[in-house]
């Protein structure tokens, strides 16, 4: 388990490390050098030297990338060109609110996806199976900020059933969960029907099993067979498939910030595009890549701690 | 090149025959009804409106929809019908282009993967590995700041976000058939490597990889749409449904019938085509329904 | 008194290409504390055979006539909550593959506390109950062997937990599918001794299903030919092993590589397939493979019996 995990992680820090080096890239091929944006027009020559030189930009692009690289390893992302304050700490104070909306689609899609596809394997080649079907592959292929937009128009603007715009009163908890029901839906609605599908199949797969025939010969109630002896095994490529749903709800939410006026990492990005701010878009770019790695290596991890056959074998 | 068109024509001839099988799904027949309203309203476009999609008329601001404006008029008063359908040519040619460009590019890089030297192999699985590792949207983010928003900017997403699963699939197959008779016997009798990878390894793989990237063409409508909708797509004027959407979006409170034209069209063709493509997958493969 | 009497069952499969008979008539009976052995040929019915007294039979198969009597109850009749009832408590059974016949996730400890849920006893004698039956099976350290998962254990152990949970809950009929079959030909004797030694312990009955002649012989008080959904003899051990009547039965016993004297290259084998099922099958169910077949066999089934030795087979009455 343990030389498992270090070759993960390992394999983890250099695909970070291929993602750095194509962002730099990226950054590096910004047409206009990014002291004259940050100083603007009325800037002298000798203002945008100093800078350049303080900026590190006046050494060859290979020392450059490789502070770049061991800056970022330490957390320095550069400043940021408006404010002056360091990347990192900006880009850190809007996360918690990404991850609050990411955690939020992630209760809906797990709340909703795996009761749904287990009970579509139970109940197979019914109806309700297949209408469900019918509506997991309809989330999946619908854009989240279609579903955003809609959400809001329908539950704030027409019903208002829900607020629509803003993160709640900073404070009030209660607030804030009302303010998160419409986005986190957005988020993980699609993932509904990803998981709802995933935990079908492989309900499907478990079901014919073996053990399931024992366990059945035994004399088992049909419930504890079911979730205790199926879902149970059939739950585990769902873990793996979160992680990778994480990153997609990363995207989503980007959109969901931007619908519903909610402060976050997406907001943070989009803002940042607009007033040309480079280092904050890299940077940010740069933590939620980091982070998404990080959440699939997790999940890599928890499959090998839930599946004791994983877990001995490593 | 010419090689590729002519056998992704055999491929589709060779299945057209199938289309029957198709329609006998409920599903199937849905999705190609919405397919082909699409395409028909795309194409057509000229025909079914009088409106040009870009002409300005502030007299007609923010009017609901009726006979005249079927689906009503925008804040510059130009016809939400006639944008929708041209909006969909947008769509179209987006999704058909960048994904024709990453079906070149990932056969290509899957060729040379599979083929190729293993140290090249490992060091493309790296990178393709690094790309997938970025959330989508920040790609795009990041790749607009790059390049400006443009409509040239979206397509170069959509290439960055699907070559690695294209070259993915055509690698491994490639890795599987080098290794297999017909493909040893042919390079004992003094085959080219070329030779080898147009006549043997190409036909065998393609299949799956045209059924993978039929399904794509959803997600693309989709990253176009989004992009534009964040004003950074295509630049106004050009109609754009992510354009429509976000000009509704504005405006949600009052004239709800805007964001409805921006967002209905993304909702049916997305279902549509995926109603399709799963169809067809389901039909052709249904191996690859694991994979995916 | 018979535990189990099965009594002219039919069972049918729907399939693409029509209904496949897959059990015709078949009657069995079960004497108590003894050891019932059925052989034949794989597709001859013997795994439809335990499906249909445990009632799990897949979703296009079903039970179209005939009776199976278990402790006053005809189980062929029984809803499916019923039966569970009888699952695991008076019939229990060890199936043939001991490598995914136990859950992976769950603990041992676990899965043989599900089997007691039937049960009163608080939590901490159920385990101590575990941990006796693991001693019965001669599992090494059976307190630390609860705590571990199926997979650490070899092929052989597995079987043993296996045999200690069928056994848990003492039941009437004990079916074994080919208990050995997936094992090392070592650990063979000694999993058939464990099983003798507990049957006798627990005074139950068992149905011993294999392909393995040598081992029935060894066994079993009396045995069971099947060919192709149909008994085509049955009676004591003695009497099938020492006087076969029916053909199929002698072909059998032929090429059984245990009974061979002669040291030769190649193994005698009955040419010839199984006839497909799907079909109506007239007369004699071996009659395309049978060297005896005569007129009469082609259209009329036969069926003797004396002092409890059945045979369907026409040469008698000659």
């Keep these: ?314 | 090149m010419s090689d590729i068109l002519i056998l992704v024509f055999e491929v589709v001839s060779k299945h057209l025959g199938s289309l029957r099988r198709v329609v006998a799904e409920p599903l199937g027949a849905v999705g190609l009804i919405m397919v082909v309203g699409m395409i028909a309203g795309a194409i057509f476009a000229d025909f079914l409106t009088a409106f040009e999609p870009t002409r300005i008329s502030p007299r007609d601001r923010f009017l609901e929809p009726s006979v005249v404006h079927l689906m009503g008029t925008d804040q510059l008063g130009r016809d939400l019908f006639s944008r929708v359908l041209h909006g969909g040519q947008i769509a179209l040619s987006v999704a058909l282009v960048s994904i024709a460009a990453s079906l070149l590019i990932g056969v290509i890089l899957g060729l040379i993967a599979g083929y190729g030297p293993r140290w090249l192999d490992n060091l493309m699985i790296l990178l393709f590995d690094a790309i997938k590792s970025f959330p989508t949207v920040m790609l795009a983010l990041a790749l607009v700041t790059l390049f400006g928003p443009s409509l040239t900017a979206v397509m170069i997403v959509v290439v960055l976000v699907n070559v690695p699963g294209y070259a993915r699939i055509i690698r491994t197959q490639t890795l599987a058939l080098k290794s297999s008779q017909f493909v040893t016997s042919a390079q004992s009798m003094g085959a080219s490597t070329a030779r080898v990878l147009r006549v043997h390894i190409l036909p065998n793989s393609i299949g799956p990889l045209l059924i993978l990237a039929s399904m794509d063409i959803p997600v693309v409508i989709a990253i176009e749409a989004g992009m534009s909708f964040l004003g950074l797509g295509v630049r106004p004027p050009t109609p754009s449904w992510g354009a429509i959407l976000n000009d509704g979006f504005t405006a949600i409170r009052d004239t709800p019938w805007i964001a409805i034209a921006g967002g209905v069209p993304i909702i049916l063709t997305t279902l549509g085509f995926t109603f399709l493509g799963e169809t067809l997958r389901d039909i052709f493969d249904p191996r690859l329904k694991r994979r995916a | ?318």
Excluded at chain 1, 284 to 292: E, R, S
Excluded at chain 3, 132 to 155: C, N, Q, T, W
Excluded at chain 3, 203 to 226: N, Q, R, T, Y
């Design chain 3, 1 to 318: 008194m018979n535990v189990l009497e099965i009594q002219n069952l039919n069972v049918a499969f729907a399939t693409g290409g029509g209904f496949l008979r897959a059990l015709k008539n078949v009657s069995i009976d079960i004497p108590e504390y003894c050891i019932v052995g059925v052989v034949g040929e794989s597709g001859c019915g013997k795994s439809t055979l335990i499906n249909s007294i445990l009632r799990l039979l897949p979703e296009n198969g079903s039970i179209d006539t005939g009776s199976i009597q278990f402790e006053g109850r005809d189980l062929a009749q029984l809803n499916l909550s019923q039966m569970q009832g009888i699952r695991g408590s008076r019939i229990s059974t060890v199936f043939q593959d001991p490598m995914d016949a136990l859950n992976p996730v769950l603990s041992i400890a676990e899965q043989m506390l599900h089997i007691q849920y039937r049960s009163d006893l608080s939590r901490k004698k159920k385990n101590a109950r575990s941990i006796e039956m693991l001693r019965r099976v001669r599992i090494p350290d059976p307190e630390s062997a609860l705590k571990r998962y199926p997979h650490e254990f070899s092929g052989g152990m597995k079987q043993r937990i296996a045999i200690a949970m069928a056994m848990m809950m003492e039941p009437a009929l004990l079916i074994a599918d080919e208990p050995t079959t997936a094992l090392d030909a070592t650990l063979e004797v000694a999993i058939i001794n464990l099983l003798k030694e507990l049957q006798s312990q627990i005074k139950c009955s068992m149905l011993f299903i294999s392909h393995h002649l040598g081992l029935v012989a060894e066994l079993c008080d009396e045995v069971v030919v099947m060919y192709a959904g149909e008994v085509l003899e049955r009676g004591s051990a003695r009497q099938i092993f020492h006087d076969p009547w029916h053909p199929y039965t002698q072909r059998l016993l032929d090429c059984d590589p245990a009974s061979q004297t002669l040291r030769t290259r190649h193994l005698p084998t009955i040419p010839g397939e199984i006839p497909d099922l799907r079909r109506d099958q007239e007369g004699c169910i071996f009659r395309s493979r049978c060297q005896f077949c005569e007129e009469v066999c082609k259209t009329v089934p036969a069926e003797v019996e004396t002092e409890g030795h059945h045979v369907r087979c026409h040469r008698l009455f000659q």
């Design chain 1, 1 to 314: 388990m343990l030389i498992y995990s270090l070759k993960r992680l390992a394999l983890a820090v250099l695909i970070v490390s291929v993602a750095m080096f194509l962002l730099f890239t990226m950054i590096y091929l910004i047409p206009g050098d990014p002291a004259s944006v940050a100083l603007g027009p009325r800037a002298t020559e000798a203002m945008r030297e100093a800078l350049l030189v303080k900026m590190g930009l006046d050494q060859p692009v290979w020392i450059q990338f490789w502070n770049f690289f061991v800056n970022a390893w330490q957390g320095d992302l550069g400043t940021e060109i408006l404010s002056n304050r360091p990347v990192f700490h900006v880009v850190m104070e809007q996360l918690p609110w990404t991850l609050a909306l990411i955690t939020g689609g992630m209760v809906w899609s797990i709340a909703l996806g795996i009761p749904l596809g287990c009970w579509t394997a139970v109940k197979r080649g019914g109806l309700a199976d297949r209408l469900i079907g019918v509506f997991s592959v309809a989330v999946i292929a619908v854009p989240s900020f279609v579903i955003a937009i809609y959400a809001l128009l329908i539950f704030a603007v027409s019903l208002r059933w829900l607020p629509a715009i803003g993160a709640g009163d900073p404070g009030n908890l209660g607030d804030q969960l009302l303010h998160l029901i419409l986005p986190s839906l957005a988020v993980g609605l699609g993932w509904v029907g990803y998981i709802a599908r995933m935990v079908r199949a492989s309900m499907l797969e478990v079901l014919e099993a073996p053990h399931i025939r024992t366990a059945r010969a035994f004399g088992l109630p049909d419930r504890q067979i079911t979730y205790r002896y199926a879902l149970s095994i059939a739950i585990l490529p769902t873990v793996t498939l979160l992680g990778v749903g994480i990153g997609q709800m990363l995207s989503s939410a980007v959109f969901a910030e931007i619908v519903f006026a909610r402060p976050g990492v997406g907001k943070l990005v989009y803002d940042a595009i607009l007033t040309r701010n480079f280092p904050l878009v890299s940077g940010a770019v740069l933590v939620t890549t980091a982070l998404f790695i990080a959440i699939n290596l997790v999940a890599d991890l928890i499959v090998g701690y839930l599946d004791p056959r994983v877990r001995s074998r490593l």
